[in-house]
């Protein structure tokens, strides 16, 4: 279990043939994030920019509630 922005988070995420996918559900803020694009296999910096865009939506949605 992780936290994030001080809130206990679920999370899942991983990558696959033409895939990265990505799960995370904060119960105490009322929030589940599901993200899926094309990319996936072996490719690091890919797999880094996919994460750092979902923290930045993520943070964008949980600072406009």
């Given amino acids: 279990q992780r936290h ?8 899942h995420d991983g990558s696959g043939p033409g895939v990265l996918a990505a799960l995370i559900v904060i119960p105490e803020r009322g ?5 899926a694009c094309n990319g996936g296999g072996d490719n690091r910096p890919t797999i880094k920019r996919f994460s750092e865009v979902v ?3 993520l943070a964008r949605v949980l600072a406009s509630r």
């Fill in 55 to 57: 923290d930045q939506v």
């Fill in 4 to 11: 994030r922005f001080g809130a206990p988070s679920f999370e």
């Fill in 31 to 35: 929030l589940s994030l599901a993200v």
